[in-house]
């Protein structure tokens, strides 16, 4: 499901990307999954790991009006069989010397279960819809010319837009090594 889930947002995403953009940059990095903050409610789901990996192109020319926005493909495995996603979205570099800050938003699409409810409370805990947001904001360190490292997060929910009845919501806290290509 995952791997189709992935070639879908490759495919949307590449379809939406004018033909002279290029990948700029690989990620991939290591995430704590459903990480317990403040934009979370429970989902049942274990505190276990999350491989993501993914693509960043060069900034979109035609919106520098919003600060040329880098559009970026994502996976996210989760280790334990717990919800995994993928999808597309954009991100902003903010700072041009060693440190800098990247937020971004995106969409992406999970395997967890369309149903899910606690045993303990009879309170549904599934996300609510297949599609969700995916904001996501890190913070790095250029380590070299072409590579850097980050403390990031990246929450992934409906915001209660697709189910007002609720919005559970899951974080994950990792750290992401970039590679300028």
Do not use: C
Request: no cysteine.
């Amino acid at each position: 499901m995952l791997k189709h889930i992935a070639l879908l947002a490759t495919a949307a995403t590449l379809a939406v990307t004018p033909a002279s953009v290029q990948a700029q940059e690989v990620f991939g990095g290591i995430y704590a999954h459903a990480v317990d903050t403040p934009f979370t409610l429970e989902t049942t789901e274990t505190g276990s790991a999350d491989i993501a990996a993914g693509v960043r192109f060069d900034g979109i020319e035609a919106l520098d009006f919003l600060g040329s926005p880098e559009p970026y493909v994502l996976g996210s495995l989760n280790l334990a069989g717990d919800t995994s996603f993928a999808g597309a979205g954009l991100a902003w570099t903010i700072g041009k010397g060693p440190f800098f800050v990247r937020p971004g938003i995106g969409l992406v699409v999970h395997d967890g279960p369309e149903l899910r409810v606690n045993p303990a409370t009879g309170i549904r805990t599934d996300l609510g819809s297949r599609v969700l947001f995916e904001p996501e904001i890190g913070v790095g360190y250029r380590v070299s010319e072409r590579a850097s490292v980050e403390a990031h997060w990246m929450h992934i929910s409906q915001g209660q837009i697709f189910d007002s009845d609720q919005n559970p919501g899951i974080d994950m806290i990792g750290v992401r090594v970039n590679w300028r290509i």
